[in-house]
């Protein structure tokens, strides 16, 4: 059975001053977000786009002088609630390319606001909180 290639709209690795020498990478492709960590032991978080209720961004101090941030996805998947993307250059462009993303897909599905509603807490969530926290 031949592999459909999909098509890739953003990839990244997390960055550690300028460098993306980490084993943590971040793609979108296929209307969902593929984050992977690891080298040994490797996972693939995925996480269709449209089911992304929250977009939050943070950049420390750091993260301005470095040019990247953390984008910190809430998300109505049952097994992935917080979804965060470290320390990726261009951040700011990354959570705007997602929000419309988002809209769109949502579009596309005809996914209403409605079908949303009861789908994770509010931002005083400790899981939320926790996935903002440096490694």
Known sequence: MAEKKS????EDRR???WFPITFDKYRIANGRIYCSHGLL???EHECLIYRILDISHVRTISNRICGTGTIVLRTKDASDPVLTIKNV??????KAMISDLVEAERELR???GREMFGAGGGPGDAM??????DD
């Open 128 to 133: 939320y909180h926790d996935a903002i926290d």
């Open 7 to 10: 098509a890739v709209v953003w």
């Open 15 to 17: 960055h550690i001053l």
């Open 110 to 112: 005809n996914v209403a």
């Open 41 to 43: 032991r490797q996972e």
């Open 89 to 94: 250059k261009d951040s700011q462009r990354i």
